[in-house]
């Protein structure tokens, strides 16, 4: 990809609201790509940032998702944090075929900026993150059927391409936390997609349970789709994290899922599966 006028002038944008940041604010209070990130992701919401795989049982069908959330700068007053950082991520559909052989049938990726609002207390913690991103979804050359020289189950590729605005705020108490968020599409393809999206979850950690570095969590988080009707889209999720249950880590995790597909060239795809797997929370 060239690195344009337009890209340079997003690159020195981004560039100075940082160093502005580290003038305005006492240095004591502001920091510069912070090892953790403010609000950490919401557990079973599927627009997360992930880098692991999934395998969905009874399906020769997998999902690698490859992608991180970095905040690039934290102010700290109190018991107040405000954070802004970046999103890049992708997830992409294999099939498991004879000789290891796993062809990408799609692939769809994410990038944007995030920012965040904490509030910690003693008991609770509440606040809010808001993100603006793009997201673009391909097939790739797995969905080909060379023998019979046509796209699998007759699905041609199709353009697709969403640019939103999201904002999810929380409540934390007693290691459960509940959310709820509004997505509104600025711009999206197909136009049969409509601009509005909803979803509320909720994610528990049960530290000190087994050990503080063993964490069984628990995630459920429904989101509602507005594409020709409004569609209800679950997913579950239940496993056990090892390290930080805040921070980094490695999840062993069971999924399910029933909705639209959350690969953008199959979104009028209705899917239900149950998938097992892991993941580098990072």
């Known amino acids: 990809m060239r690195f344009t006028m337009k890209n340079s002038s997003k690159f020195y944008f981004i560039v100075s609201i940082l160093f502005l940041c580290s003038i305005v604010y006492p240095q004591d209070k502001v920091e510069l790509f912070p090892y953790d990130l403010n609000i950490k992701p919401f557990t079973a919401n599927t627009l997360e940032p992930n880098l692991g795989s999934m395998f969905k049982i009874n399906s020769n069908e997998l999902i690698l998702n490859i992608g991180n959330s970095m905040d690039m700068v934290h102010y700290r007053n109190g018991n107040e944090s405000i954070s802004f950082g970046a999103d890049l991520f992708t997830w992409t559909l294999l099939r498991k075929e004879d000789n290891f052989r796993f062809p990408v049938d799609a692939v769809d990726y994410l990038f944007g900026l995030n920012f965040s609002y904490k509030q910690t207390n003693i008991y609770n913690a509440y606040g809010l993150r808001g993100r603006i991103s793009h997201i673009s979804a391909h097939f790739a050359d797995g969905h080909y059927d060379a023998a019979n020289q046509q796209w699998r189950n007759y699905i041609n590729p199709s353009v697709y391409s969403r640019e939103f605005v999201e904002l999810i705020p929380f409540y934390e108490f007693d290691d459960l936390r509940v959310y709820g968020g509004f997505t509104y599409l600025f711009h999206v393809i197909p ?59 490695l999840s062993l995790q069971y999924r399910y899922y029933s909705g639209n597909s959350l690969h953008g060239e199959y979104y009028n795809y209705f899917e239900k599966y149950s998938s097992v797997g892991l993941n580098l929370d990072l």
């Open 191 to 249: 136009s049969i997609i409509h601009k509005d999206n909803y979803q509320i979850g909720f994610d528990y950690y049960v530290k000190n349970y087994v050990d503080e570095k063993i964490v069984p969590f628990v995630g459920y988080n429904l989101n509602i789709d507005h594409i020709d009707k409004y569609t209800g889209n679950n997913s579950f999720v239940v496993g056990l994290k090892f390290g930080k249950p805040n921070g980094r880590g």
